[in-house]
């Protein structure tokens, strides 16, 4: 075996479509260490291409860990073994010649697979859509620095904003619950002054549409935390339930 | 209203009644043991405390209604919400790992189940007296006005209790489960009412964990002491 | 031959767009709720326009490739964002943006539009800090900048490393309250495969929902493309995986002229190539260089470990070239640099393809904990990828396909040739010339979607009778064929190679004959050999599976379809441009120091192409750039 080669033998689940049955089926591969996670699968797929055989179909885009659409659980820890790491800037550095890894798609009802370890992923969007954002149109801002924010506030409010919205929260959390994402998108509007004003609503709306979309709750066992790739707290969670507690106990309706 | 019911209908909702029954919980569980610790003052120590309890009457009633109440949200919200978790992924992976979750935290609903079938064994022990007739009739008499005056000997029944390694063995097993529960449980309530902060969680987590263990020992000490002859029926006459 | 008109309005320079958007038609806001959008690509162009026009009142239809409008490539953008907002009061003003981005951009840029450019940069941080958009803060509360290639002001913004992503969710979630309101309808996972034109005017795409593998038809009264550049023509760059030409393409079938493709970006700051299964390039902010120093060694062949070698020995080949830009010269010329010095056998790493960006010096100065709060991400993201420490050991770079300036050619009002047809963001040739200065590009994409097309648009639809066709009207049967056609084309061929190794074929030529240097033989090599490849491709590429599913290999084989067609015409632009400017650096035309050597008497114009109905190649059209507020200078950063 050249140098930095490594021979792996993988386990990944296969699944034609949304409602045909799946299985994990393995397969053999010699990757370099240099490799990215994705550049071995690439790999295996040119191998399973030339063979005659679909290749495995996997979500993924910038490759440089911030697009957030590279989604799979390696060896049980969605993105691999690394914390603070998306699939994509996983290295095979990581491994060892010999090793067996398991390959699987996020599990969770509200994301249903689409194929082999492609899911289906809108529900974070409609969870955006149902108030993650500031009702500001195009053009009627005031000058920037007309609104001051501390700088420890900006920093803040920057680490929840740093979210990809991969769904690496939903993966690792064993009630395959979404509130890290959830919490993250209302934690970064919340340390702003220009997200307060829309405060209460947004974390009614959020909570309610992420209970809508089947996700399950958070029994606050961190794993979300440490499994994302993002390294981002859970004291945005803290600052959600608060801040629903005051929104929807207070609420006139 | 319609506020209130959409909160309790949603996860976080039900996850903050969870804690605040937890809290409530807690409390009866601290104070269920301070009366506890009565036993090794002594019977008449622990036969007077029951005795006053007894003579509440009507505000006992109340109590162990409210009580009763507090324990049917705690449970039933948690079923339901393990149900709607356990929906939430319903297909589990081939190669499972976790990071940082306790075994605590990923057992709650067990842990959970098993205190309350010892609630249900220890009411039917020692607050109804099926398990074990002979002991729950036990009777103290002592001089009252003068005179001599029966009463319920929950010492002696206790006492008498626990010298049945049976007994001993389940109220350990289901102690140590009481314990992991209110290990996770204590601090992650915090968490849930929305409390979080950089320089104290750690410190509400190592007293949470702390507490809880304190709270298992204190309980666990009672049989054990009976079952090794720290605790034992003063004079050994009635008691007998 | 097609008419170049611009629409540039006439007067005094700084009253252009306020002139012109007295003069532009509007729709009525009870007319707008009957008219249909149709935005292509959700990415900081796109998703700012599908928002903005939503906002108005219009109904639009969002469409994108990815999973979720919040994965556009926008999102990797990660140094900073420029305004003329001169917070710092170090003497920056909108003409001072314009002129750098003229100059920056080699004089190939139109005057008017960069001027608007700069002109709007300053409402689009309002607009960002509004939405919520976490910008670096001073102390104070202020907002913070820093400075960038090509300028001598601080006049960015930034959020850590990621401002793009910053920019981008700020945009999404404008999109997705719209959504919410009802006035988007999000298609995501749908890629455009063609533009419907009725009666020469574009009012409509055939998708094909990725998902499903169904081809739909989409009616609109007008179509916008914000699809981003075709610097994937080069299989290796550091664009998104699935970044592609196809929509442009398409739409260049379909009569819109494509606009200087030969301008492309190489980034001087990227991790070099580590081996042949590389899927992509990945970019180190441009902001490294603000405290990174970047050399060689003086030696030939010098394999000692930086460390080792002194400073006397070490050539700091930028601050010795251009002494008063130093390590923030612009990219093409810090790329050509690079080039240079491995070209002369002074490279480092393996293969001898790389520089030192050095971090020693700065670490020294500020210590590390100030390095690490300016550029942590950065070096953790390196050290992730190389497994090198860069607090401790220099990174080693070398330049990468970064962005591509050229693109279908538009108006003053962001229209393409064809009607109805407007064109935004990196798929547009506007405003960055020859060569884009770094956060610029986060710049023009919003300045484009938030502030331009709103006004544009309405002067076309108000001439317009909404809904004047629909799903059901022959020229959408007709494209509709057409693409089921290619696309069944693609999987008969059922050859032996896979997509990749053509895309990989492709990207290597192009990179060779078309890439930092350019020269008229390279160039009509690569001319003779990309047909033969693409007739390669289509009688021996495999495409596994089958149309009607979900099938990535079918997503990538159109697109490198389309590649193999577009890298010709870029060759052809690049052989046809005879003269060296910015990105685009013709061997011939050099200084005796290495420099580009514009030709302002022939070349000060815009080439734009328009693909010859029998496919047998291109005709050329021009567009004369017309300078009456800078004078036309060598572009020196000395």
Redesign the interface.
């Known amino acids: 075996m050249s140098q930095g080669n490594m021979r792996l033998k993988l386990h990944i689940w296969r699944q034609k479509g949304a409602s045909a049955p799946g299985a994990m089926k393995t397969y053999e591969v010699t990757a370099n260490e240099h490799m990215s996670f994705l550049e071995m699968l690439d790999v295996l797929n040119q191998e399973l291409i030339e063979k005659g055989e679909e290749p495995v179909a996997f979500d993924h885009d910038c490759r440089e860990g911030i697009c957030g659409s590279c989604n799979m659980v390696i060896n049980g820890h969605p993105h691999g073994p690394q914390r603070g790491t998306t699939a994509c800037q996983l290295h095979m550095r990581t491994f060892k010649d010999g090793d067996e890894i398991f390959v699987e798609p996020w599990r969770a009802r509200a994301f249903p697979i689409i194929k082999d370890l492609v899911v289906d992923r809108t529900a974070f969007d409609r969870i955006i859509a149902s108030g993650g954002y500031v009702s500001v149109n195009s053009g009627s801002a005031p000058d920037a620095n007309e609104i001051l924010i501390g700088r420890d506030d900006a920093e803040e409010a920057f680490e929840y904003a740093a979210c990809i919205g991969c769904g690496a929260c939903v993966a690792a959390c064993k009630n395959a619950s979404a509130m890290l994402f959830t919490a993250a998108k209302f934690a970064h509007l919340e340390k702003l002054p220009q997200g307060q004003v829309e405060s209460d609503r947004r974390a009614v709306e959020m909570v309610m549409q992420h209970d809508a979309e089947g996700f399950g709750a958070c029994t606050n066992q961190y794993e979300c935390e440490a499994a994302c790739p993002k390294e981002i707290s859970v004291t945005s969670i803290a600052m959600l339930n608060r801040a629903y507690r005051r929104a929807a106990l207070s609420s006139k309706s | 209203m319609?506020?209130?019911l959409?909160?309790l209908g949603?996860?976080?909702?039900?996850?903050?009644l969870m804690a605040l029954t937890g809290v409530l919980l807690a409390l009866f569980v601290v104070g269920h043991l301070s009366g506890n610790f009565l036993l090794y003052k002594g019977q008449d120590a622990m036969n007077d405390y029951a005795e006053m309890l007894q003579g509440l009457g009507p505000a006992l009633w109340i109590v162990r209604l409210g009580l009763l109440a507090v324990f049917a949200t705690h449970i039933y919200y948690g079923i339901r919400?393990k149900r709607?978790?356990a929906?939430?992924?319903?297909?589990?992976?081939?190669?499972?790992?976790?990071?940082?979750?306790?075994f605590a935290?990923?057992s709650?609903i067990l842990t959970g189940l098993v205190v309350l079938a010892f609630v249900a064994m220890h009411l039917a022990h020692f607050t109804l007296g099926w398990l074990d007739a002979e002991a729950y009739d036990l009777k103290q008499t002592v001089q009252r006005d003068g005179q001599p005056f029966e009463r319920h000997d929950v010492f002696g029944m206790v006492v008498a209790g626990f010298h049945n390694d049976v007994f001993v063995i389940l109220y350990a097993f289901a102690m140590v489960v009481l314990g992991l529960h209110l290990s996770?449980g204590l601090h992650?309530l915090f968490?849930?009412?929305?409390?979080?902060h950089?320089a104290y969680t750690p410190w509400i987590e190592r007293i949470g964990r702390g507490l809880a263990w304190v709270l298992a020992v204190g309980f666990l000490s009672i049989p054990l002491a009976v079952r090794f002859g720290f605790i034992a029926a003063a004079g050994g006459g009635d008691a007998g | 031959m097609t008419n170049l008109d611009a629409k540039i309005p006439s007067g005094p320079l700084e009253k252009k767009w306020d002139s012109r958007r007295f003069e532009l038609k509007l729709v009525n806001p009870a007319n707008k709720r009957k008219y249909r959008v149709l935005v292509v690509g959700t990415g900081l162009a796109g998703g700012s326009a599908a928002a903005t026009l939503a906002e108005l009142g219009y109904n639009v239809e969002a469409f994108c490739f990815q999973d979720s409008p919040r994965r556009a490539h926008s999102i990797a953008a990660q140094g900073g964002i420029n305004a003329a907002k001169n917070y710092q009061g170090d003497g920056d003003s909108v003409q001072r943006l314009f002129y750098d981005t003229i100059k920056g951009g080699d004089f190939r840029s139109r005057e008017a539009n960069v001027y608007r450019l700069a002109q709007v940069s300053v409402n689009i941080i309002d607009q960002c800090v509004a939405q919520g958009v976490p910008f670096a803060r001073e102390y104070g509360g202020t907002l913070a900048n820093r400075s960038f290639g090509g300028a001598q002001v601080s006049r960015t913004f930034y959020a850590r490393g990621q401002t793009g992503q910053q920019l981008l969710i700020g945009c999404y979630q404008a999109l997705e309250r719209q959504v919410q309101a009802g006035k988007v309808k999000m298609h995501t996972r749908h890629e455009m495969l063609d533009v419907v034109l009725v009666d020469g005017h574009a009012k409509g795409i055939v998708t094909r929902d990725l998902k499903t593998g169904k081809i739909q038809r989409h009616f609109g009264d007008a179509v916008i493309l914000a699809t981003g550049g075709y610097g994937n023509v080069f299989y290796l760059s550091t664009n998104a995986k699935n970044c592609n030409v196809t929509a442009a393409y398409r739409a260049h079938r379909r009569g819109a002229l494509f606009a200087n493709p030969c301008y492309t970006q190489i980034h001087p700051t990227c991790i070099p190539v580590s081996g042949d299964y590389q899927s992509k390039l990945t970019l180190m902010s441009e902001s490294l260089r603000n405290d990174g120093r970047i050399w060689v060694p003086k030696k030939h062949g010098d394999d000692r470990k930086p460390g080792q070698i002194p400073e006397g020995e070490r050539d700091y080949y930028l601050e010795r070239k251009y002494p008063s830009f130093g390590n923030l010269a612009p990219r093409d010329i810090a790329s050509r640099a690079a080039k240079e010095a491995c070209d002369d056998g002074r490279g480092v790493g393996p293969g001898g393809l790389g520089v030192y960006l050095d971090f020693a010096d700065a670490i020294q100065r500020l210590g590390e904990d100030a390095v690490r709060s300016r550029y942590g991400n950065l070096f953790h993201m390196y050290a992730k990828i190389t497994g090198d420490d860069p607090y401790k050991t220099p990174m080693r770079i070398y330049p990468a396909v970064h962005y591509t300036m050229g693109g279908l050619w538009v108006d003053y009002h962001l229209q393409s040739t064809i009607p109805g047809l407007f064109v935004l963001g990196e798929a547009n040739f506007s405003d960055h010339g020859a060569n884009r200065l770094g956060a610029s590009a986060l710049m023009q994409g919003l300045a484009d979607g938030y502030f331009v097309i709103p006004y544009t648009l309405g002067n076309y639809l108000a001439d317009q009778r909404p809904g004047l066709a629909d799903e059901q009207h022959a020229a959408f049967a007709e494209v509709e064929n057409e693409v089921r056609a290619r696309l069944q084309r693609l999987m008969d061929v059922n050859g032996s190679r896979t997509v990749d190794s053509f895309h990989r074929e492709l990207g290597k030529l192009i990179w060779d004959k078309c890439g930092m240097a350019r020269d008229k033989q390279g160039l009509e090599e690569a001319l003779r050999r990309i047909p033969e490849l693409r007739e390669e491709f289509w009688g021996n590429v495999r495409v596994p599976g089958d149309t009607g599913d979900f099938n990535q290999e079918l997503e990538k084989a159109g697109r490198v379809a389309d590649f193999m067609e577009f890298g010709e015409m870029m060759c052809l632009d690049a052989l046809t441009r005879d003269e060296s400017c910015g990105g685009h650096f013709r061997t011939e035309h050099q200084t005796d120091d290495g420099e580009a050597m514009r030709n302002d008497d022939d070349f000060a114009h815009v080439a734009a192409w328009e693909r010859k109905s029998d496919g047998s190649g291109w005709t050329e059209h021009r567009e004369q750039l017309e300078f009456e507020n800078v004078k036309l200078s060598v572009r020196s950063y000395k």
């Open positions: 319609q506020s209130l959409r909160f949603s996860t976080v909702g039900a996850k903050f919400l709607r978790n929906a939430a992924r319903p297909v589990n992976y081939a190669h499972e790992d976790t990071i940082q979750a306790s935290s990923r709650m996770h992650s968490q849930t009412l929305g409390f979080r950089p």
